[in-house]
């Protein structure tokens, strides 16, 4: 499958309203071809998956952002539902800590990084400290900053930064992929209108929900910024569109099957001194009686 319509390409300005569309699909993907295709994507990530974890060289991490309702934890259960789960982890990170709080906003997702041979979920991420806290800024004066440069210097250090933590990753051995998952505002509104009217859905609902809808118009700039900034060459943004759940999952397993795949992931080579102490094995285990 093609995804270049979903790629943030390094070194561009990209506009959320006028160059991703929320409801966009392909013209040969139907309902139920895609839930067919995605199970055959979900055996193969699982393959992967396993190979991943025997090498023990490369490690994964799969980072989500988005708008609230536009699927991430079911698009996290789906995808991943063939995984291994002593492969795989998920750390969705809320408001910070106090503890937290006492380190610099990298500490928290440092910690929890993949080990080599597994794949690390971040439902969320670091790049809330562009995105929630550029929305409201006096989120900053919390942080228990020496010094907070003034403007738009903040946003510009902050991107830099990252892109020097990801670059570091990528350069030892830990492949990052970035999913924005694009719902539209309307379609957001009939979620959350879901939500509210349906009882086993009430525990999905927060009133903060609809008060950050509010500012929508200011988290799609802040998204743009963070897009066109920290959209690299190593590790670049993936647009998806999220309206239609069944192909956010869809593109989301062929993406990450694909990166695995480019990894040429192998299973260890054993040598000759192993192979002989498996045959010696082999000799006791059949003259057992």
């Known amino acids: ?38 199970t055959a994507g979900i055996q193969q990530l699982a393959n992967y998956q396993d190979i991943l974890y025997a090498q023990n060289t490369y490690a994964l991490l799969i980072i989500f952002q988005a708008m609230d309702a536009a699927g991430k934890d079911s698009t996290i259960k789906h995808v991943m539902s063939g995984i291994n789960p002593q492969g795989c982890q998920v750390f969705s990170f809320k408001a910070p800590s106090a503890e937290e709080l006492d380190h610099d906003y990298l500490w928290r997702s440092m910690k929890a990084l993949p080990e080599r041979g597994r794949i ?7 790049y809330e400290e562009v995105l929630v806290v550029r929305v409201h800024p006096e989120i900053l004066e919390k942080q228990q900053l020496h010094c907070i ?11 830099e930064e990252i892109n020097n933590f990801e670059k570091y990753l990528v350069n030892n051995g830990i492949i990052v992929l970035k999913f924005f998952l694009n719902v539209s505002k309307k379609e957001q509104k009939k979620r959350f209108l879901d939500r509210i009217q349906s009882p086993e859905k009430h525990w999905k609902f927060s009133a903060s929900d609809v008060k950050e809808r509010a500012f929508w118009d200011d ?7 963070v897009f066109n900034h920290t959209s690299t060459e190593f590790a670049p943004w993936y647009i998806i569109p999220a309206d239609r759940k069944w192909f956010t999952r869809l593109i989301v397993a062929d993406i990450i099957c694909k990166k695995l795949q480019e990894l040429n992931l192998q299973y260890p080579t054993l040598s000759e001194e192993h192979k002989q102490r498996l045959l010696e094995a082999k000799k006791m285990l059949e003259s057992e009686d």
């Open 1 to 38: 499958m093609n995804h270049d319509p979903f790629i943030v390409p390094p070194g561009t300005k990209i506009s959320l309203k006028n160059d991703y569309n929320p409801s966009y699909q392909t013209s040969s993907e139907e309902k139920v071809d895609a839930n067919i295709k995605l």
């Open 120 to 126: 690390g979920i971040f439902n969320r991420s670091y």
């Open 149 to 159: 440069p003034q403007g738009k210097h903040i946003w510009q250090q902050r991107f």
């Open 219 to 225: 988290y799609m700039l802040a998204y743009e910024e």
